[in-house]
């Protein structure tokens, strides 16, 4: 599964006034969870997670936008149907993966690439007067209520319920199949569209998916760094990692139902005596010492990559698998003695 990264920055500029602000506006048919990075005295400070219903704008900073260089990142949340859909862009900065968070020590996340993300930059102009908005759009131009209708539309699919195409047009197929949802969830009848039902909505496309799909979880002692590849179009493999998982965690490594019929798993434990891979490997992949999603229609040496023999997991039709990190997987340590 190939991970799509977009990003678009739309900008509204204000005359200054007493309540300049930074504000998001959700004018795509996603419900996000977007963040910020900005300077925060000496330090280069993110906040977030905001909940951006689709159609939904909101003020992120109350403070005065200053100008210059700001960050900016939005998600899709994981209910949505398909690969991961980002905002984003190339500055690598911290984040918690769950919650409302403000960190102002970007080294919390040096040794876990999960807790990044690939921000876009947003140059602040002194014309602003202070404030300062950043349209998430789409390649479909959306006003703020057609997004609120697409979005409603895109939910609705992902629930597996027929609204129509996604193209925020309020039509009689939209319309019924909304004044259905509404009734089976006890709503107010009719097909109007409000807060309480776009969350609804939300919190069944996320259980949805939060049962489908291929987890990983690390049944010994140590911290395990995990990696995968996957099947894509004719014979080429894709290979991705690092996933840190710590002794009990668990994470979901590719979302939705699974549609192959077989993945490969890698990982390795750091050891002080020399790091001990998984053992009992099918076939070679290309990885690197930091994050990396590379194909395989190249040699590992020609693109500057290492190379691992990465273990193959069977499906079987599965929508969905967890795959166990055991002790007994992995090399033994350079000297005497097991895990």
Known sequence: MRIIFFSLLLFVVTSA???????????SSYALSAAIGYVDGDRLATRGWWRLRPGQCKVVL???????????????????EGPLR???GDTALCVENSGFFNLRNQDVCRDDPMRQRRFFNVEVTEQAGGNWQTDFTEASTYTVYSAEVAGVQRLLSDIGVDAG????AMGRTTQRALANYRKQKGLAEGYSIDDEVIDTLIEDANAREAKLGLFYCNK????VWSAIAAGEEGDTYNSKGWWKLEPGDCSKIVKGS???DHYYVYGVIEDPAGDRPITGGAKNFCINNVMFNVNDDLACADQDLEEASFRRIEIGGAESLNFDFTPDMFAAPAEAGGE
Request: aromatic content about 14%; overall charge positive; charged content about 25%.
């Open 62 to 80: 109350t403070e005065k936008a200053k100008p210059g260089r700001y960050f900016v990142y939005a998600e899709a949340i994981p209910g949505h």
């Open 258 to 260: 699974l549609e192959k």
């Open 165 to 168: 195409r996604v193209d925020g």
């Open 86 to 88: 980002t905002w984003s």
């Open 17 to 27: 006034s007493a309540d300049a602000k930074y504000s998001f506006c959700n004018k």
């Open 220 to 223: 010994t002692n140590s911290p």
